[in-house]
């Protein structure tokens, strides 16, 4: 499969500030394939190491401070001299050994010719706690789902070489439009997680990819019944199973009573913490002005939890494929269009994207902010793309950019441009 940050990891070996790389991201989203992947293609050799795997691991990180050492243990545990550039290591379930996390303080300061990356699941959990990693001597790198486009890539390689060539203000021709908008379609069924994809591309088969988007769930929600930290399990769990009540509702801010009538903020932010900080839920916050810079206009207490895959949010709300592929409207649709775009651009701007609501009545599904540029992105799930909100918004704010995402065709009127849904990923080197 194509996966994008396999470019982002070559960025990083060929980096003079490199530093030991720390990968962060939700449980089967490819980290560990990734990971031996760009051994397979840039090193001349790759040393795994998984401290799930192999407990006796512990006791050399246990023991030892000096990175040289270290590599010199790891090295005989192989039965083959560790390189410096030339090889690639890779502590995998690395939270199960605190020390071999902090050992790459070490490493960065004493050894850091020594190419490292690390993962783990539930790492991020574990990242958000400064002490608990050495902050400052790591570069971090986020792995999510795969994304549209690496999708296009591995399911229809001849329709990705057309997706590819697209271009800014490019007539996309009819057949390719239709066929776009298939695969975008399918996109919604089967989502970004790579045992899924990759079954469909072998397999074809509906009922397979429901049986891992069920398995996915289920391995989620005993992540969280074996979570023994100080957040309570349980609260996670309820957070977790009222995304799709949250979405359906008419306005999609964050509502506490949802989970339980009387729930307070307090009894549940720590849990809702602990889901985004394990990729597991992604949080878009309001803000009360779409100005620069729009972090500085966050509210805090208003916010949308988003399923950090398309798919199996799909697959938790219980949507029909009948229902995705037929054109038809149903309760979830807005909501699940929304997932897949958010999910397609929060990866491209250094600002994570935010939402607006200007009046009770009025709402701008996403902002972004590209340099000093604020871009309102309205988000339609079919053909049917009157917007209220979004028309008094261009008349108020006048903005060099507007996006809106719909089914229709690829085309720039006199105020926004017209984005078929296919082209999210592409959004920003197309404006």
Same mark, same amino acid.
């Given at each position: ?6 470019? $982002? ?8 500030? +490199? ?20 051994? +397979? ?27 040289? =050492? ?13 390189? *410096? ?77 057309? &997706? ?14 239709? =066929? ?6 399918? &996109? ?50 309820? %957070?977790? +199973? ?12 964050? %509502?506490?009573?949802?989970? +339980?009538?009387?729930?307070?903020? =307090? ?15 992604? =949080? ?14 966050? $509210? ?48 491209? &701007?250094? !600002? ?5 609501? *200007? ?28 917007? !209220? ?13 507007? %996006? ?28």
């Amino acid at each position: 499969m194509k996966r994008n940050a396999i470019e $982002q990891l070559l960025q990083w070996k060929n980096s003079k500030d +490199r530093k030991p790389l720390v990968l962060k991201g939700a449980r089967q989203v490819g980290k560990t394939w990734l990971m031996e992947e760009f051994g +397979r293609l840039c090193y001349d050799d790759t040393f795994y190491f998984n401290f799930d795997e192999e407990d006796d691991l512990k006791s050399i990180f246990e023991n030892n401070k000096n990175p040289h =050492r270290i590599i010199e243990l790891l090295g005989l545990i192989k039965e083959k001299k560790i390189l *410096p550039e030339k090889h690639l290591i890779i502590f995998d379930e690395v939270q199960e050994c605190s020390e071999a996390l902090n050992s790459l303080k070490y490493f960065c300061e004493k050894a850091n010719e020594y190419h490292i990356i690390s993962a783990g699941s539930l790492l991020g959990t574990l990242l958000a706690k400064p002490k608990s990693y050495p902050v400052g001597k790591v570069n971090l790198l986020n792995i999510a789902p795969m994304t549209f486009d690496e999708f296009l890539a591995a399911s229809d390689e001849g329709l990705f070489s057309y &997706y590819s060539s697209i271009e800014k203000g490019q007539k996309i021709e009819e057949i390719f439009h239709y =066929r776009l908008l298939d695969a975008y379609n399918n &996109y919604l069924i089967i989502g970004g997680m790579p045992e899924c994809v990759k079954s469909w591309i072998t397999n074809k088969d509906p009922a397979e990819i429901n049986k891992i988007q069920q398995e996915l769930i289920e391995l989620y929600e005993n992540d969280f019944s074996k979570h023994n930290g100080k957040v309570n399990s349980g609260r996670i769990l309820m %957070v977790f +199973r009222s995304l799709v009540t949250q979405l359906s509702k008419n306005n999609e801010k964050f %509502v506490y009573g949802c989970m +339980r009538e009387g729930a307070r903020a =307090r009894e549940f932010e720590e849990a809702i913490e602990w889901l985004v900080s394990a990729g597991m839920v992604l =949080r878009i916050y309001n803000v009360s002005k779409p100005e620069h810079p729009l972090k500085a206009y966050e $509210q805090l207490n208003h916010f949308k939890l988003f399923m950090f895959d398309v798919g199996l949010m799909k697959h938790m709300a219980a949507v029909s494929n009948e229902a995705v592929l037929l054109k038809s409207d149903y309760q979830f649709k807005g909501a699940l269009t929304e997932n897949y775009v958010l999910q397609q651009i929060r990866s491209l &701007y250094d !600002t994570e994207p935010k939402y607006y609501t *200007p009046t009770p009545n009025d709402e701008i599904d996403f902002i972004v902010q590209n340099g000093m540029d604020i871009i309102p992105i309205e988000v339609k799930s079919g053909e049917s793309v009157s917007s !209220t909100s979004f028309k008094n918004y261009l008349k108020a704010h006048k903005p060099e950019y507007a %996006v809106r995402f719909s089914k229709l065709k690829y085309e720039t009127t006199d105020s926004f441009i017209n984005m078929p849904l296919y082209l999210a990923n592409k959004m920003k080197s197309l404006l």
